[in-house]
């Protein structure tokens, strides 16, 4: 009998199903945590300089920081170029990025220091994993 095991982060129960020979441990969540996302970044850079954010501060493109729908602000995230292999920590301070970037698989948009952490300004976009650090 072959067996598969679910993990889920938080967890109230489990039960087992059995179908045809196959057993599952199947487990329900109180809540899922998205600790992590794939997606395409971008980035945003002196054409914002000085101007507010969505949380009130004036943006900054030399420090590492981010746009993103997806996290509260003030969560530090781990962005890795799928690209490149390379990669920077950032702050989210700000919403985005633009909804048209998301229709096109955009989950977090970069400041100018953080994109050139991770890979060339040239490339404008970079295929990245997106993990929660705290």
Do not use: H
Request: aromatic share 6%; proline share 4%; charged share 20%.
């Amino acid at each position: 009998m072959k067996k598969i095991n679910l993990l889920i982060i938080i967890l109230i129960g489990a039960i087992t199903l059995e179908t045809g020979g196959l057993t599952a441990n199947v487990v329900t969540p109180i809540a899922m945590v998205k600790s992590y996302a794939a997606g395409v970044a971008s980035y945003y850079s002196y054409e914002c300089a000085d101007l507010p954010m969505a949380n009130g501060r004036p943006f900054d493109p030399g420090k590492k920081t981010c746009a993103s729908w997806s996290y509260k602000f003030g969560t530090v995230l781990a962005v890795k170029s799928m690209d490149t292999g390379r990669s920077t920590e950032v702050i989210v301070t700000d919403r985005g990025p633009n909804k048209r970037l998301v229709k096109e698989g955009g989950i977090i948009d970069l400041s100018k220091r953080a994109f050139q952490d991770i890979c060339s300004l040239e490339q404008g976009l970079t295929r990245v994993i997106v993990t929660v650090k705290k």
